[in-house]
C-alpha cells in the first residue's frame, strides 16, 4: 500500500485527513508546524498523541523523500543524504557547511539526459523530473539536520543553524524542469526566506529555460556549465552543443544577468591534456573579455566509469594565470566532499560510495 504523502496536501485537505481519524480542529495545525520545519517522521511530533503518531506512521509519510543513507565527509564540513522518493527512485542532495554560510546542493531530475562526457549524473539517463515538493524536501531535510542532529557540529565562523544558500547543482538538469524549479524556488524565498541572491541555478545551456528565468525575473545567480569555448570541442563534451551554441547560449545568458543585475557564473570544468591549455584558456578569455562574469575553474573530480584525467596543479594555475592577464575575473572552486563521492559531477542515482 502506498503512504499518503502528508507534505504534499493543502491546509484544507490535512484538515479533512485529521478529521476523518477523529482527530480535533487543532491537530492540522500542529501537524502542518512540524511538516514546515522539515519533520522527517511522526515519531518526532512530541506535541502529538503517542496513539496518533502510531496511526500516521501506519498510513502515512511525512515528507516525499526519505533518507536511506548519510555520509559525512572526514573534515566533518560536508553531508550527502541519500534520499528515496515514493516510487523508489533514488536521488541525492549535499549538504555543506561553509564560512559564509550553510549551502544546500539540490538536485532537480532522477538521473540526467544531457549526455555530458566528464559527468557520472547522466551515466543511467533520466528517470524523471522531480516535483517542486521534492526539490523543497531536499533543502528541509538539510535544515532538520542541521538544526537537530546531535551528530552535527556547528560551523565555527557561522552559528546560524540555517540554510542560507541553494545551489541548484545536483543531479540533473533544472531548465529541463523550469517550472517545478520556480515553484521550488519560490517557496524557498518565501517560506524559508532564502534572498533570491543567495539562490544559484546552474545549466548545460537550455536557451528557452534561459529565456523563462530571464522573464521571470527574479535576482537569482545564473551559472553556465560552458566547459570549452569553441563549438566543436564543447559539442564532443556536450550533446547539447549541437542544439545550443555557445554565442547563443552565452546572450541569452547575459539577458538574464542585464535584467537582473546579477553578474554571470561561468563554470569550466578542467579536464587533464583536453581543455587545459594555454590556447584554451587563450580561447576562452577572447570569448569573455570585457563581459561582466566570473569564471569559476572547477578541477575534474573523478568519475570511474570516464576515460578522462584530472589536470595538474601547475595546468590548473597557467590556466588560471592567462585569465587574470586577460582581466577576466576567476576563481577556482574548492571541491567539497570528495571523499564521500559528493563532489560536483560525482552525483549519480545508484550510489557507489
Ligand atoms: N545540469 C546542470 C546542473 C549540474 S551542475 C549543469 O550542467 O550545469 C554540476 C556542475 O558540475 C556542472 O557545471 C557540471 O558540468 C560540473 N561537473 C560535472 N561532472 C563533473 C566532474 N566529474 N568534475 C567536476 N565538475 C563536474
Not at 547575459?254 to 591534456?273: D, P
Request: net charge positive.
Amino acid at each position: 500500500m502506498t503512504k499518503d504523502i502528508l507534505f504534499n496536501f493543502t491546509d484544507v485537505q490535512l484538515a479533512q485527513y485529521l478529521e476523518k481519524m477523529g482527530q480535533p480542529k487543532f491537530r492540522a495545525k500542529q501537524v502542518s508546524e512540524w511538516l514546515k520545519r522539515g519533520a522527517p517522521n511522526f515519531q518526532v511530533m512530541k506535541n502529538l498523541p503517542e496513539s496518533l503518531r502510531k496511526q500516521l506512521d501506519e498510513t502515512a509519510t511525512t515528507l516525499p523523500c526519505e533518507i536511506v543513507q548519510k555520509l559525512e565527509s572526514s573534515d566533518g564540513q560536508t553531508t550527502k543524504f541519500l534520499l528515496k522518493l515514493n516510487d523508489n527512485e533514488v536521488i541525492e542532495t549535499v549538504l555543506m557547511r561553509t564560512t559564509y554560510g550553510n549551502s544546500v546542493c539540490v538536485s532537480s531530475q532522477a538521473g540526467c539526459a544531457m549526455g555530458c562526457k566528464f559527468c557520472a549524473s547522466t551515466l543511467l539517463g533520466l528517470k524523471r523530473n522531480l516535483t517542486a515538493n521534492e526539490m523543497f524536501a531536499q533543502v528541509l531535510t538539510a535544515q532538520w539536520a542541521l538544526r537537530g542532529g546531535s551528530d552535527m557540529k556547528p560551523n565555527g565562523d557561522f552559528n546560524n543553524n540555517d540554510v542560507s544558500h541553494i545551489v541548484v547543482m545536483g543531479t540533473g538538469e533544472p531548465l529541463q524542469n523550469t517550472e517545478n524549479l520556480k515553484g521550488f524556488l519560490e517557496r524557498a524565498n518565501h517560506d524559508l526566506n532564502i534572498s533570491w541572491r543567495r539562490i544559484t541555478v546552474s545549466t548545460c545551456g537550455i536557451i528557452p529555460g534561459i529565456i523563462e528565468l530571464t522573464e521571470w525575473g527574479r535576482p537569482i545567480n545564473l551559472a553556465i556549465s560552458l566547459h570549452a569555448a569553441l563549438d566543436p570541442m564543447r559539442s564532443d563534451l556536450m550533446p547539447i552543443n549541437n542544439r545550443y551554441k555557445i554565442n547563443e547560449v552565452l546572450d541569452a545568458a547575459f539577458a538574464f544577468s542585464n535584467k537582473t543585475g546579477r553578474q554571470l557564473m561561468i563554470e569550466y570544468i578542467l579536464l587533464g591534456g583536453i581543455n587545459d591549455s594555454i590556447k584554451c584558456a587563450e580561447d576562452l578569455s577572447a570569448l569573455l573579455c570585457g563581459k561582466n562574469c566570473m569564471v569559476n575553474l572547477i578541477p575534474w573530480n573523478a568519475v570511474a566509469e570516464r576515460n578522462l584525467i584530472a589536470p595538474s596543479g601547475n595546468a590548473i594555475h597557467r590556466f588560471q594565470d592567462i585569465l587574470i592577464k586577460n582581466g577576466i575575473h576567476v576563481r577556482i572552486r574548492r571541491e567539497r566532499g570528495a571523499d564521500i563521492g559528493s563532489a560536483c559531477g560525482q552525483l549519480r542515482i545508484k550510489n557507489s560510495a
